[in-house]
């Protein structure tokens, strides 16, 4: 009880002096170090984004809660910067996600059995700007980092990259790696990154069995070929059991994805596309332990976009776009998933923003319909 009281106490206070800060973190310590006071040397920011949303599935007899209105992945932010010496500085930060409806207790909102909060990211280290960068805990993977975020700037994505389609990206090393040491140097035009992904707790999808990690590590360059074009690419490995404790089934996997990926924004354009192998890493649905992930799998994403300023009536600027991915199996199961569709973003006056997007959706899965979706999206 206590800790709602906390977290509800610390969300309506960001709601009030979020409108005055217009899609920038607040400051709520600014570093200005002095001779003789310690607390000079710390720059402390809050930041967040709430994201109400609508989703609807066409000619799937669609009844999901989503249709109703849900919280897309409402997050608040906390990032302290600790300046010790020369160009070291330490740094923590903490992002939590707040699902509303279910901490409300909205029915017909949310998913059955929903968390109120989760934790997003948790990690601290030290950053040089000479030295490089090195944190440790729950945190951006390399393979995210460098190939998946070029992709994941519209609302229906993740739906082909690796990030969105293993056994839980925060286990198995993809997404928001849980107990994972980063490393993170620039040399020129060109951004290094190393991971050391430690061994992990049981996770639990829900089907019986039990996944977990036992280590792995990830290798990644970003190579900032101009001011506005830049290439990543990236490898992650995770060395991981399935394990059946109905029967004693248990088996070792390992995990690799291969991604590549491009992001281009000339003048008012946006222009990314990004495609992976992944090895022993997408679920099979088949709930055996010997065949639990596909052998192989390979996904593509791409997204093209336009930003039209516009700068009156509330409207800073409109953006028109089209974006699409596929997904298929190389074995392991029939599958394969196709997304084209389009969409527009209006970005508003202080951090306010909308967006729509309609996607055709053609798969082996029966279950799945186009899509109409609304966000709603309020960043400070």
Do not use: C
Request: avoid cysteine.
């Amino acid at each position: 009880m206590k800790m709602r009281a906390f977290t509800l106490s610390a969300v309506a206070a960001f709601l009030a002096v979020a409108p005055l800060a217009s899609q920038a973190e607040v400051t709520l310590l600014k570093q200005d170090p002095q001779a003789g006071d310690p607390l000079s040397r710390l720059d402390f920011k809050v930041g967040g984004s709430i994201r109400p949303q609508f989703m609807h599935q066409n000619g799937v007899n669609d009844k999901s809660y989503k249709r109703n209105g849900y919280d897309g992945g409402s997050r608040f932010r906390f990032t302290a910067n600790y300046y010790l010496f020369d160009d070291v500085s330490w740094v923590g930060y903490y992002e939590l996600g707040v699902n509303f409806p279910a901490w409300w207790g909205w029915d017909h909102h949310h998913a059955d059995g929903a968390n109120n909060t989760s934790r997003r990211q948790l990690y601290t280290g030290f950053k040089s700007a000479s030295l490089g960068e090195l944190y440790f805990g729950q945190q951006n993977s390399v393979y995210y980092d460098v190939v998946g975020a070029k992709t994941d700037i519209w609302d229906y994505d993740m739906l082909a990259q690796a990030p969105g389609n293993g056994i839980n990206g925060d286990y198995d090393g993809s997404y928001r790696s849980r107990k994972m040491l980063k490393y993170k140097n620039t040399f020129g035009d060109v951004d290094v990154y190393a991971s050391y992904l430690f061994a992990d707790n049981e996770y639990l999808p829900g089907n019986g069995m039990r996944y977990k990690r036992q280590g792995g590590g990830s290798l990644g360059v970003n190579y900032h070929i101009s001011k506005d074009l830049a290439w990543g690419t990236a490898w992650n490995y995770t060395r991981a059991d399935i394990r059946n404790p109905g029967n004693g089934d248990s088996k070792r996997y390992d995990q690799n994805i291969y991604g590549t990926a491009l992001s281009w924004t000339p003048d008012n354009w946006t222009l990314s596309a990004g495609a992976g192998w992944y090895q022993n890493y997408a679920p099979t649905k088949l709930n055996t332990v010997n065949s639990y992930f596909a052998d192989d799998a390979w996904g593509v994403e791409y997204f093209a976009g336009y930003k039209f300023p516009i700068g009156q009536y509330a409207v800073k600027s409109i953006q028109p776009y089209f974006m699409g991915d596929r997904l298929e199996f190389v074995n392991g199961r029939n599958y394969k998933r196709i997304d084209n569709g389009v969409g527009v973003s209006a970005q508003l006056d202080y951090g306010f923003r909308v967006d729509y997007e309609y996607v055709i959706t053609s798969s082996t899965d029966k279950s799945l319909g186009n899509v109409n979706l609304v966000r709603l999206r309020y960043d400070f």
